[in-house]
């Protein structure tokens, strides 16, 4: 597909430097914007390439005006340039034009004083990531469902809603100055087949429909990935069976393209690899959810939908009283307010907080169960002059005793190639590095009782994987049963992330959806999602698609 030569980064970013030389120079400057190419004859045919001269800019701050590329209508607008880091942000559809009606509108659906502002200017910014304005003070916006989380769950179900109801106002809320900082940049990449779970239940059907609408998903948006398959090894005779009952598994939950394989086809396959058999799952994949998530808050946004970031919530509650200026009335009953002081006045709530979804849930009055308990993932790094051990995903045969999968070989998009992870008890909820610490979290988590079951149960396993996660040698001594040649010199540590576990308190690992709503009036007016169970990466749109099938139903949409 050609490229348009006016969709230049270089292009692009000498106009914001103009756009704001033009909003705060000591003079009026002149800002040559994309649009339909011109011949040099006045009203003569237009060439490939060409600029267009726009009027000169007025000093000081504009007022919010509807941003559109000049040569597409907003019926037509698709998607705008995006940074590497974000997509940039986007006001509703008809908040205003230019000029003071841009004003008038946006103050009759109540988004006014630093929130207004933080939006405009992340929008008008083409190459400008998301959220990277900041604001302090109160402020409100007026929204018909607001999504709290801007994590690969949290914008799958706001791009889903908005696209069954266009009509609606709908805003996301992240409390990062970007999305998709946590679990959804934090982990494998790997696109799970569906293997693992129990025939018939929610998470085999969500992971193999997920997989599937992943991959069409990339196809559309042009998202690279790699199908590169997965082995789940047995390296020792009693695995044998464990792997035979996870092939009769995998069929049931309609796997594609599963078998078993000997000895010598998993030399054809890995040629490093050692095993006596194993199943090969030639559908599995690797992709950059992070790219992903970003894509989806892109379609939100060309949807018209909005987000915020730096809006960290704090509270939620039902208003006694209609908001000061407001035409709606009661229409618009809950105030969700930030630790800045900033409120958004909506209908309706959808939370996706990840790791923090109890804390948020116990302030609409939710059950403090099930409780997130964060595990650390530390992942090795194959230097890269040794990644030609790897081709593929590489995984060991599960232990039903224990609670994780173990340590597996995995390749990135970036061509490296990923060795782990542990999994360690994480004492603070967003704690990447070993040495990372909140009092408040680790309380949380060592007062609860459930975690102590947990840990009673699989002593012997939690000492093992804190003595791998001390001692390097350890762990590669448990990636040699599969690939010999691996030795402490070929790897590095590399990075971490922290998997938001929900307890019960039995100590059981919560393994299936919990919607949960609260008491009293705000109960059914909010959707919190307490638990996405991995792998929700992968089946993100499926997930996407069943909360908001549960929030039409709830809140009668």
């Given at each position: 597909m050609s490229r348009d030569p006016n969709n230049n980064p270089a292009r692009q970013a000498a106009a914001l430097r103009e756009m704001r030389r033009g909003f705060s120079g000591p003079g009026p400057s002149r800002l040559f914007l994309r649009g339909p190419p011109r011949s040099a004859v006045p009203g003569g045919p237009r060439k490939e390439g060409a600029l267009r001269e726009a009027r000169p800019l007025r000093r000081g701050p504009p007022p919010p005006p509807r941003f559109s590329p000049p040569h597409l209508s907003p019926r037509r607008r698709r998607r705008l340039p995006c940074s590497e880091s974000g997509p940039s942000l986007r006001l509703r559809p008809g908040l205003g034009g230019g000029g003071g009606g841009g004003g008038a509108a946006a103050a009759e659906l109540g988004m006014t004083g630093p929130l207004l502002a933080r939006a405009w200017r992340g929008r008008a910014a083409l190459?400008?990531?998301?959220?990277?304005?900041?604001?302090?003070?109160?402020?409100?916006?007026?929204?018909?469902?607001?999504?709290?989380?801007?994590?690969?769950?949290?914008?799958?179900?706001?791009?889903?809603?908005?696209?069954?109801h266009p009509s609606l106002g709908f805003v996301v809320l992240e409390k990062e100055e970007e999305l998709a900082r946590h679990q959804s940049g934090h982990n494998s990449g790997v696109i799970h087949s569906g293997i693992y779970y129990t025939p018939g239940s929610l998470k085999a059907k969500?992971?193999?429909?997920?997989?599937?609408?992943?991959?069409?998903?990339?196809?559309?948006?042009?998202?690279?990935?790699?199908?590169?398959?997965?082995?789940?090894?047995?390296?020792?005779h009693e695995e044998i069976p464990r792997l035979k009952a996870l092939h009769k598994r995998g069929l049931q939950n309609n796997v594609r393209g599963l078998k078993l394989i000997t000895a010598q086809e998993i030399k054809a396959k890995e040629p490093y690899c050692r095993g006596l058999?194993?199943?090969?799952?030639?559908?599995?994949?690797?992709?950059?959810?992070?790219?992903?998530?970003?894509?989806?808050?892109e379609d939100f946004q060309a949807a018209g939908g909005t987000v915020l970031t730096g809006f960290e919530v704090e509270d939620m509650k039902m208003t006694k009283e209609s908001p000061a200026g407001s035409r709606e009335g009661m229409k618009y009953p809950i105030v969700v307010r930030s630790s800045k002081g900033e409120e958004i006045h909506c209908r309706h709530i959808v939370s996706c907080a990840g790791l923090y979804s109890d804390r948020l849930s116990q302030i609409s009055g939710c059950s403090p169960e099930p409780r997130i308990v964060p595990f650390r993932g530390d992942y090795l790094v194959l230097k890269p002059e040794k990644s030609y051990l790897v081709r593929g995903n590489i995984y060991p045969v599960p232990d039903p005793r224990f609670p994780f999968l173990g340590l597996h070989f995995t390749p990135r998009m970036d061509g490296s190639i990923w060795l782990g992870p542990n999994a360690v008890l994480a004492f603070k909820r967003e704690g990447y590095r070993f040495y990372d610490f909140s009092l408040r979290d680790f309380v949380d988590a060592t007062a609860y009782s459930g975690l102590w079951k947990l840990v009673c149960r699989n002593l012997s396993y939690g000492m093992g994987e804190m003595y791998r996660a001390c001692f390097l040698n350890a762990q590669v001594k448990e990636l040699q049963r599969f690939i010999p040649e691996v030795t402490i010199d070929d790897v590095l540590r590399g990075p971490s992330g922290v998997r938001a576990q929900a307890l019960d308190s039995n100590g059981n690992l919560v393994d299936d959806f919990v919607f949960d709503g609260g008491?009293?009036?705000?109960?059914?007016?909010?959707?919190?999602?307490?638990?996405?169970?991995?792998?929700?990466?992968?089946?993100?749109?499926?997930?996407?698609?069943?909360?908001?099938?549960?929030?039409?139903?709830?809140?009668?949409?």
């Open positions: 190459r400008r990531p998301l959220g990277t304005s900041s604001s302090s003070g109160a402020s409100r916006s007026t929204l018909d469902v607001a999504v709290i989380g801007g994590g690969i769950v949290g914008l799958a179900s706001a791009r889903e809603l908005i696209l069954r969500l992971c193999v429909e997920g997989a599937a609408l992943c991959y069409k998903y990339c196809d559309t948006k042009g998202i690279p990935y790699k199908q590169c398959g997965k082995l789940i090894v047995a390296v020792e058999m194993a199943l090969d799952s030639p559908y599995t994949g690797i992709v950059n959810y992070r790219q992903v998530a970003l894509s989806y808050a008491i009293g009036e705000i109960g059914g007016q909010i959707l919190h999602v307490r638990n996405a169970p991995s792998p929700a990466a992968t089946s993100s749109l499926a997930i996407a698609n069943m909360i908001a099938d549960e929030a039409e139903r709830r809140f009668e949409l």
